[in-house]
C-alpha cells in the first residue's frame, strides 16, 4: 500500500533516529459486537499507519495530517467526542492493549519496550490550542513503555533536515523536494543542520 504524503515525511524523520519503517501494517483484534442477547466477537483488522523497530524499540505510530481543514482536535484524541474514530489506538484501551500484544507476538519485542506515537501535521484551535491539551492527555496515558509521545510537524520537518543534508542520496520525495530547493538557492541544508547540530 502506498504511503501518504505526510507519512513518507514522518517515515524519513523516523528512519532518521535509526530505525526500519513500514507502512499500513494490519493487526487482527477480536471485538465484541453490540448484541444484547449473547457476547459475541468478531475478529477485525485494525491498520497501524507507521511500524519502526531498531534493536531499542518497537514504534506503532498514528499519523494525521489535516493540512487545509481544521487540524487534529483534542475531543477526538481523547476519545470524549464519544467517536474514537481515527484515533482508536490511543483512546481505546482494549483495542489498544490488543494491538500492543499482537506487535509482541508479531515482532517478539517485550512489551515494555513498544512505544505509541501521535504525529499531527496540524493542531485543531486557533495557533493551535489544541496542541498542550492532546499532549498533556497522551502524557498521562500509562503504557508500560510510558506516555503516548506526541510529535508536531516542526519536530518532523526539523528531523527531515537532518537527513536531507547528509551528502548520502536518498530516492525519497521528501527529500528530494529538499535537495530540489537546495539545488535553486531556497534552502540552505548545510545552515539548517548545523543550526539544528547547535540547538542540540
Known amino acids: 500500500m502506498t504511503m501518504e504524503a505526510f507519512e513518507q515525511f514522518v517515515a524519513v524523520a ?14 487482527f483484534v477480536k471485538r465484541k459486537t453490540k448484541k444484547q442477547i449473547h457476547d459475541e466477537y468478531q475478529e477485525h483488522g485494525y491498520e497501524v499507519d507507521l511500524v519502526g523497530a531498531n534493536s531499542e524499540k518497537l514504534v506503532l505510530a498514528t499519523v494525521k495530517s489535516f493540512f487545509g481543514s481544521r487540524g487534529v482536535q483534542a475531543r477526538e484524541v481523547t476519545g470524549v467526542s464519544g467517536s474514537t474514530g481515527a484515533y482508536r489506538l490511543l483512546n481505546d484501551p482494549d483495542l489498544r492493549a490488543q494491538v500492543i500484544a499482537k506487535a509482541h507476538d508479531r515482532y517478539q519485542y517485550p512489551v515494555a519496550k513498544i512505544f505509541l506515537r501521535l504525529y499531527v501535521g496540524k493542531f485543531a484551535g486557533k495557533g493551535g490550542a489544541d496542541e498542550a491539551p492532546i499532549r498533556e492527555w497522551c502524557g498521562r496515558q500509562e503504557l508500560q513503555s510510558g506516555p503516548i509521545e506526541v510529535f508536531s510537524v516542526n519536530q518532523v520537518v526539523k528531523e527531515v533536515k537532518k537527513v536531507a543534508a547528509r551528502r548520502t542520496y536518498i ?25 539544528d547540530a547547535a540547538e542540540d
Do not use: H, R, W, Y
Open 171 to 195: 530516492n525519497n520525495p521528501s527529500i528530494v523536494a529538499l535537495k530540489v530547493l537546495q539545488a535553486t538557492g531556497d534552502l540552505d541544508l548545510q545552515s539548517v543542520a548545523s543550526q
Open 14 to 27: 523516523m528512519e532518521g533516529e535509526g530505525l526500519v519503517v513500514s507502512s499500513a501494517v494490519k493487526f
